[in-house]
């Protein structure tokens, strides 16, 4: 059964980088049909996607987080990770990393993480 | 435009069936999926596709769309279908992830 982990600091402080990884396991982050992503949630709010990524290297980024936003693949280590640059307040959320499954008509997130609350604070 | 709209509260009578519904014009080319997330606890999919439901999610729980609606349907709805719902889809135009604002259902 695949299993997703995430990691990284649970601070981080306005203007600097937010960091994480993604473990997976009981699969491969190489397996060619999935496509890996990063989910975030803001306390009380919903939803927001920010970016997906293929073993292969391509990319899909949120709109208003493309500047910001970097992705990238270690197969060895079968994870993918997450960058977000120039953080404030407003990206304090938990992120969630998740396998996304796509058909012609059809994508969907299955399994997600348990996600990481990350504070944006001084 | 790119965007998913969910009433933001429903609530239903134990027992009874309540509809959850999602609307945007990508729905008119693409599937919603649907997924259900309790405090604290990471969303999980209950339904993916024209109608499909993950191993372990019960067949209370059904999809359905029509033009550039897509509905979740929990017939006979339980004390612990209570939670916060999303529908999802993707952008007509590109590769993008569409989701929606979220329902939060209460089971009176």
Redesign the interface.
Known sequence: QLHLQESGPGLVKPSETLSLNCTVSGGSVNNSPYYWAWIRQPPGKGLEWIGIIHYSGTTYYNPSLRSRVGLSVDTSKNQFSLTLSSVTAADTAVYYCARRIMMVRDNWFDPWGQGTLVIVSS | SSELTQDPAVSVALGQTVRITCQGDSLR???A?W?QQKPGQ????VI???NNR?SGIPDRFSGSSSGNSASLTITGAQAEDAADY?C???DSS????L????TKLTVL
């Open positions: 080319s693409y599937y999926s997924y990471a969303p999980v999919v993916y596709g024209k993950p999303y999802q889809s993707r590109d590769n993008h992830v989701f929606g604002g979220g």
